[in-house]
């Protein structure tokens, strides 16, 4: 008997140990995390949508995977609904915080979708996504998926609203050096936050976050703002945010411009409200038509809610930009941006999705 209240007490001691040197090296690392809940510097998503035929085994919840660690897609062998994925696992790190009610850590969930209601708010950006931080680091997850994620108190799911349709998303691991910059960018994108805690602690070194949260703000929105990002081992990332008084298309009146590189657009195409591709500035514009996934395998931009763009083939400067708006005619009356980077392999990823592009006629 002493031997097993011994061995019992020991388990228990290990249990205490464990979990609070786990709690201390959880607070310490939130990050991006791969299907192994292994920390990752960045990671990118691409949810394949539902094909539309009866044959098709498909679910609409496969996804194309790719991080710092690897070279080019991989296709999961998860569902983007398993707790296991790696949303899954790094929205986990939210769940958890609430759980613990966490003083030193904060978190905002936006999206002009909200989980669980019907309709979409106007009156805020287009645009999606969920920041969990302390005073070390954090990471920020930009996505397309209408109503995703859910609030803290609910747990890990996927939504069915996002089903159907391609859908894409970036996790970046920031450094809590940056979140000042983040809080300026989110400011312009107006997002529709429905869910967050931002603890005193970060209220001085953070402006507008905190009075969002709150459902106010104070300060004049600027009509655009550019700024640059450096993920936590020192990715760079160029981040633009357009208001919603920027009356215009953000990819052919700002992004190509500024990154001086054609772009190729991929960003949710629905009949009738469609903006050609566009030759009239010295960097054009071309809208994607159609991805492919494998030799057997493409689906068309009608069927794609994702939003990302990619520097020209042929041309020097290799961007990919993944974010919040569409190539529309009303979406020059929304907020909303784009993060961008030069990644080799997360350039050549996307060069390799695109089956056919529009050109100007
Ligand atoms: C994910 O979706 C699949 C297909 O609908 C379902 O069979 C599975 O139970 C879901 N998994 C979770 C964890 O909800
Ligand atoms: C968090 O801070 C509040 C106010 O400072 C305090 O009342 C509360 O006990 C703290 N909670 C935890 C879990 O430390
Ligand atoms: C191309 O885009 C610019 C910037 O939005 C716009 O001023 C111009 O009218 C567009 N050209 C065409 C042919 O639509």
């Excluded at 680091?137 to 209408?146: C, E, M």
């Excluded at 700024?227 to 760079?236: N, P, R």
């Amino acid at each position: 008997l002493k031997w097993k209240m011994t061995a019992r007490l020991q388990r228990t001691t290990h249990a205490l140990v464990f979990f609070g040197l786990f709690g201390v090296l959880e607070a310490a690392t939130i990050a991006c995390r791969n299907e192994e809940g292994e920390a990752v510097d960045w990671f990118i998503f691409y949810k394949l949508p539902k094909k539309q035929d009866k044959e098709s085994r498909e679910t609409g919840l496969e996804y194309l995977y790719l991080d710092s660690t690897i070279r080019s897609w991989k296709r999961s062998e998860l569902l983007i609904n398993a707790t296991r994925s790696a949303l899954g696992r790094t929205l986990q790190q939210l769940y958890e915080t609430y759980a613990f009610k966490d003083n030193n850590t904060a978190y905002v969930l936006y999206n002009d979708g909200v989980p669980k209601s019907a309709g979409y708010s106007r009156n805020f950006g287009h645009t999606k996504g969920l920041l969990l931080w302390n005073r070390i680091q954090g990471f920020w997850l930009i996505h397309s998926i209408p109503r995703f994620p859910p609030i803290p108190e609910e747990g890990y799911d996927y939504p069915s609203t996002g089903r159907r349709n391609g859908q894409s998303g970036i996790c970046i691991t920031f450094r809590y050096n940056q979140y000042e910059t983040i809080d300026s960018q989110l400011l312009v994108c107006n997002p529709n936050i429905y869910s967050c805690s931002i603890p005193a602690t970060f209220h001085q070194e953070l402006f507008h976050l905190p009075q969002l949260c709150a459902g106010s703000h104070s300060a004049k929105i600027p009509v655009r703002h550019l700024t640059t990002l450096q993920s936590a081992q020192g990715q760079s990332f160029l981040h633009f945010a357009k208001s919603d008084s920027f009356h215009d298309d953000i990819f052919a009146a700002w992004m190509a411009q500024q990154l001086k590189t054609h772009l190729l657009t991929e960003t949710w195409q629905r009949k009738r409200q469609e903006l050609p591709s566009n030759c009239s500035l010295p960097y054009h514009i071309y809208n994607i038509k159609a991805i492919k996934i494998s030799h057997q395998s493409y689906f068309s931009s009608y069927q794609d809610h994702a939003k990302w763009c990619i520097s020209q083939k042929g041309t020097k400067d290799h961007w990919t930009c993944i974010g919040d708006l569409n190539r529309s005619p009303h979406q020059a009356f929304r907020s909303g941006g784009f993060i961008c980077n030069q990644n080799q392999n997360i350039y050549q990823a996307f060069q390799k999705l695109v089956l056919y592009h529009e050109d100007c006629n």
